[in-house]
């Protein structure tokens, strides 16, 4: 099987621990959500993945091939980060040019396609883009690399709300037409949802769940109701947060519910992912 395997990574920075023992496999045509606050050690994975920088320990490898050093393996990777490398003089037209260069899967029919549906003009400059533009502009080029293993840190950053609901439903268009490995790294959480098979949630450096979304989301619950009937049920329950608005109250919980025995006036209904995550990630 065709996969990007990490193997017992770990990097720090001077005293700071940034990635620690790292076991991953992002496996081909699927798609990832790497979830994590700031800080928690996603762009340094991310950086490793792509040899912009080196692991203090452990193994990367790209299709059994390691990436350090490996113009091959490190070919079948982009990673659309929130800084440009095409310089800021160069048109947009002529930077599509130059990812075909640089990728021979690159698919330059598309990226124009793309340019088309943002309404990104090629004639311009990559200084004269507007920060939303200078975003879809990378994304197109992203979209359209051809490269197996797509990284995806923060796509939607400097989009509004109508760019960021079009990017979507173009990823979905894109995989679905050419299926890839995307692994999308956001805090925007609830509006990529839909589309995240599997969830990678980091933590201080370290992985604290990976797994299929829908197995994540069954492990708990929220319960609401009046404050004092919610505190009495959740009494011994694996309780991971709590929110309170006026008389009502909201408990997420670890586990299963046990409905037949739930109390009247108490509301259970299915975490969602945005949910789970600021729970989990919580100090």
């Avoid at 496996?27 to 991310?46: D, H, P, V």
């Avoid at 929220?222 to 959740?234: C, S, Y």
């Amino acid at each position: 099987m065709n996969k990007i395997e990490l193997k017992g990574v770990s990097k720090a920075f001077g005293q700071v621990q940034a990635v620690k023992n790292v076991d991953l496999v992002f496996e081909e045509n699927k798609i990832y959500g790497l979830l994590g606050r700031n800080g928690a050690g996603k762009s340094t994975l991310l950086n490793m993945i792509t040899s912009r920088i080196f692991p203090d320990s452990g193994t990367i490898t790209v299709d059994g091939e390691p990436v350090i050093e490996n113009d091959r393996a490190m070919g079948k990777i982009y990673l659309m980060g929130d800084s440009n490398y095409y310089p800021d003089s160069m048109r947009v037209k002529e930077a599509f040019y130059w990812g075909g260069r640089l990728y021979p899967n690159f698919d330059l029919e598309n990226a124009n396609s793309l340019a088309e549906e943002f309404s990104l003009d090629i004639k311009k400059t990559v200084e004269e883009l507007s920060t939303g533009m200078n975003s879809m502009f990378r994304l197109a080029v992203a979209l359209s690399s051809g490269a197996p293993y797509i990284f995806l840190d923060e796509p939607v950053l400097g989009l509004d709300a109508v760019h960021r609901e079009q990017f979507y439903r173009l990823l979905v268009q894109q995989f679905e037409k050419k299926p890839a490995c995307y692994v999308i790294s956001t805090h925007l959480i609830e509006e990529a949802t839909g589309l995240i098979e599997d969830v990678i949630i980091i933590k201080k450096g370290e992985i604290l769940f990976n797994e299929p979304t829908e197995n994540l989301l069954a492990r708990g619950y929220t319960v609401t109701g009046p404050v004092a009937t919610v505190d009495t049920f959740i009494q011994g329950k694996d309780c991971m947060g709590q929110d309170q608005l006026g008389g009502l109250k909201s408990a997420y919980i670890l586990g299963s519910p046990e409905e037949d025995l739930l109390p009247e006036g108490l509301e259970i209904t299915k975490l969602n992912l945005q949910q789970l995550f600021v729970q989990l990630a919580k100090e």
